[in-house]
């Protein structure tokens, strides 16, 4: 059962709201075939795609 609180892996923890705009929280994948709507996860030391596998170090970004 649920303990109540927000699962951080979901969707809405994706996005925050401030004012009147939508602002995305993590960058998009740049691959074309990824493009805008695939987030990159955050992990320890770098940013993937869990679609295409790109990947990028935060000493990159």
Known sequence: MSDGK??????????????DKLVRKAPFCPQP?????????RHANRWSCGKCGYTTSDSEE
Not at 33 to 41: M, P
């Open 6 to 19: 927000p699962n951080p892996n979901s969707r809405h923890s994706k996005y925050s709201i401030e004012g």
């Open 33 to 41: 075939s990824c493009g805008e709507g695939i987030f990159l996860a």
